[in-house]
Antibody, heavy 116, light 113 residues
Framework: QVQLKESGPGLVQPSQTLSLTCTVS????????VSWIRQPPGKGLEWMGV???????DYNSAIKSRLSISRDTSKSQVFLKMNSLQTEDTAMYFC??????????WGQGVMVTVSS | DIVMTQSPSSLAVSAGETVTINCKSS????????????LAWYQQKPGQSPKLLIY???TRQSGVPDRFIGSGSGTDFTLTISSVQAEDLAIYYC?????????FGAGTKLELK
């Protein structure tokens, strides 16, 4: 069955770079697209960006200058890198499969705290 | 960006009641090329990731109980939950996928009265 699982550091210092990995199973990244979505504690959902099945990317303009999404299809992994982290980037980060631009499978999420 | 406005922000209900959650978009989500509304609904329970309930405004995801009904078109959409059960207590989000950045409503928290 389709599964996605996020991994990465739980704590990042301000101004540093966040690196997260989404490992997928039960689907091929060459025929499926994956988005990153985040949720600050007690708040709503923010779509961050997507890597399409063809390897192209789209980003939320609000964070585009700080964000990069890439993948390794041989390892079934999608990567998120975001630089210049601030306290407002503290959030649960989810990866999710895009199906016709909505999200049908989600990972469990990884909590990232930005603090010194 | 398309702004999604949900109402109410919270709702206290008793088991067995029917509830309605509203979602309004700042521009039409109806694509004339296929006459589809690019609107989805999700349910998020505490400590869990969101779960897809409805897409194309009214198509129920596989396995979702038929008491969840999505309706609406253009800029105004509704999620109706008939005969609410205790397991339905959660936060519900609408999401537009008409254009990037995909955006979500702020959520409606369904609580027990």
């Amino acid at each position: 069955q389709v599964q996605l699982k996020e991994s990465g550091p739980g704590l990042v210092q301000p101004s540093q770079t966040l690196s997260l990995t989404c490992t997928v199973s039960g689907l091929s990244l060459t025929s499926n697209s994956v988005s990153w979505i985040r949720q600050p504690p007690g708040k709503g959902l923010e779509w961050m960006g997507v890597i399409w099945s063809n390897g192209g990317t789209d980003y939320n303009s609000a964070i585009k200058s700080r964000l990069s999404i890439s993948r390794d299809t041989s390892k079934s992994q999608v990567f998120l890198k975001m630089n210049s982290l601030q306290t407002e980037d503290t959030a649960m980060y989810f990866c999710a499969r895009n199906i016709a631009f909505f999200f049908d499978y989600w990972g469990q999420g990884v909590m990232v705290t930005v603090s010194s | 960006d398309i702004v999604m406005t949900q109402s109410p922000s919270s709702l206290a209900v008793s088991a067995g009641e029917t509830v309605t959650i509203n979602c309004k978009s700042s521009q039409s989500l109806l694509y004339s090329g296929n006459q589809k509304n690019y609107l989805a609904w999700y349910q998020q329970k505490p400590g869990q990731s969101p779960k897809l309930l409805i897409y194309w405004a009214s198509t129920r995801q596989s396995g979702v109980p038929d008491r969840f009904i999505g309706s609406g078109s253009g800029t105004d959409f509704t999620l109706t939950i008939s005969s609410v059960q205790a397991e339905d207590l959660a936060i519900y989000y609408c999401q537009q996928y008409y254009d990037t950045p995909y955006t979500f409503g702020a959520g409606t928290k369904l609580e027990l009265k």
